[in-house]
T-cell receptor
Framework: DAKTTQPTSMDCAEGRAANLPCNHSTISGNEYVYWYRQIHSQGPQYIIH???NNETNEMASLIITEDRKSSTLILPHATLRDTAVYYCIVSPWTNTGNQFYFGTGTSLTVIP | DTAVSQTPKYLVTQMGNDKSIKCEQNLGHDTMYWYKQDSKKFLKIMFS???????INETVPNRFSPKSPDKAHLNLHINSLELGDSAVYFC????????????FGPGTRLTVT
């Protein structure tokens, strides 16, 4: 079952930063935070993940609070192609296989 | 080149029929998965195979039987289809069982009438 809480929907102006929050107050010490997104009628796409340090890659930045109970995904310059449902997932790192439970996510609409 | 492909893309069938969905990945990955996305858009893992060995088997009716003939293929066979089986089924793969990045296929929309 999903262990995260996200707003149902958000809007962002094209070219501006999109900040997507996620609450995971019951996160355990061995659980990572993953972000995926699903563009309409496509399969989900990996964005970024982290444990406790902030992370950045070519797609986005991930800011995790010090107590690890919440995080924010930042898309620095949103484009129309970033319109999608964004999923925040909490899952332990195991050798037996990563079981990702996707919640309802945040539907991000980038407005021209 | 398509990384993870599924066939068919759409499948419409009647209750009680048996159907299969095929999945292939050309990424050289060791681990493959089946997910189900229902009408409320919840995406749940069903099965995971690593090098043809079943490693994750969630609470799924035994009418659903995955088969992995080799590590590049993971097929899903469904017996005695029910209305509640209507959903979008996604296949995915990852480099290894503990990989953080899973690559998803385009999905198969199954409609049971």
């Amino acid at each position: 079952d999903a262990k995260t809480t996200q707003p149902t929907s958000m809007d962002c102006a094209e070219g501006r930063a999109a900040n997507l929050p996620c609450n995971h107050s019951t996160i355990s010490g061995n659980e990572y935070v993953y972000w995926y997104r699903q563009i309409h009628s496509q399969g989900p796409q990996y964005i970024i993940h982290g444990l406790k340090n902030n992370e950045t890659n070519e797609m986005a930045s991930l800011i995790i609070t010090e107590d690890r109970k919440s995080s924010t995904l930042i898309l620095p310059h949103a484009t129309l192609r970033d319109t999608a449902v964004y999923y925040c997932i909490v899952s332990p790192w195991t050798n037996t296989g990563n079981q990702f439970y996707f919640g309802t996510g945040t539907s991000l609409t980038v407005i021209p | 080149d398509t990384a993870v492909s599924q066939t068919p893309k759409y499948l419409v069938t009647q209750m009680g029929n048996d159907k299969s969905i095929k999945c292939e990945q050309n990424l050289g990955h060791d681990t493959m998965y089946w997910y189900k996305q229902d009408s409320k858009k919840f995406l749940k893992i069903m099965f995971s195979y690593n090098n043809k060995e079943l490693i994750i088997n969630e609470t799924v009716p035994n009418r659903f039987s995955p088969k992995s003939p080799d590590k590049a293929h993971l097929n899903l066979h469904i017996n005695s289809l029910e209305l509640g089986d209507s959903a979008v089924y996604f296949c995915a793969s990852s480099r290894a069982r503990a990989s953080y990045e899973q690559y998803f296929g385009p999905g198969t929309r199954l409609t049971v009438t």
